[in-house]
């Protein structure tokens, strides 16, 4: 079964440093990636998506993230962070079938002025 | 086009109540997915349906029922609410021709009593 696993339950940053939020994942198969965020008490948004080709993606609101097969690892980064992305960070994988996302148990992101 | 509407947005519940969630979607998605979130939890699938008349369980199916009758429209119902089904539930839709990209209603706020 495939599975995510994002270590990192709570990250504070100062505005304006660099972000890196770490997403590990497990699937047999090439897997279909992706990053969500969610404002308080609203719905998720896509931030970015990986399905093949080049491993470092750009999404919106300036983020980007790596696919390293080796390390099974999708980490999203920023480099320069503002207090608007004070949020909760979603990673999630599928296999491209019908049934659905897994997700892992997301990332509290906290910015210090 | 409104994207993915949930009604309603906020419900109290007592137990043993039943309830409907309504989903609707303008976007023309054959697939489309209930999932509900917990604090720490990420997101569960419930239930999800690649188009009308086909149904099938997700993760956590259990005290919940769907049905599917048109493209637009996925009600999730609750037959005796329990307090374990205090929970945010979301709605998404997939064109099944993205890759899974998923696009999400804004939730329903559930709290049984």
């Known amino acids: 079964a495939q599975s995510v696993t994002q270590p990192d339950i709570h990250i504070t940053v100062s505005e304006g440093a660099s972000l890196e939020l770490r997403c590990n994942y497990s699937?047999?198969?090439?897997?279909?990636l992706f990053w969500y965020v969610q404002s308080p008490g609203q719905g998720l948004q896509l931030l970015l998506k990986y399905f093949s080709g080049d491993t470092l993606v750009q999404g919106i609101k300036g983020f980007e993230a790596e696919f390293k097969r080796s390390q099974s690892s999708f980490n999203l980064r920023k480099p320069s962070v503002h207090w608007s992305d004070a949020a909760e960070y979603f990673c999630a994988v599928s296999g491209g079938g019908a049934d659905g996302l897994t997700f892992g148990k997301g990332t509290h992101l906290i910015i210090q002025p | 086009n409104a994207g993915v509407t949930q009604t309603p947005k906020f419900r109290i519940l007592k137990i043993g109540q039943s309830m409907t969630l309504q989903c609707t979607q303008d976007m023309n998605h054959n697939y489309m997915y209930w999932y509900r979130q917990d604090p720490g939890m990420g997101l569960k699938l419930i239930y999800y349906?690649?188009?009308?008349?086909?149904?099938d369980k997700g993760e956590v199916p259990n005290g919940y029922n769907v049905s599917r009758s048109t493209t637009e429209d996925f009600p999730l119902r609750l037959e005796l609410a329990a307090p374990s089904q205090t929970s945010v539930y979301f709605c998404a839709t997939d064109s099944s021709f993205s890759y899974n990209e998923q696009f999400f209603g804004p939730g329903t706020r559930l709290t049984v009593l």
């Open positions: 699937y047999g198969a090439t897997p279909y």
């Open positions: 349906s690649v188009g009308a008349g086909i149904t």
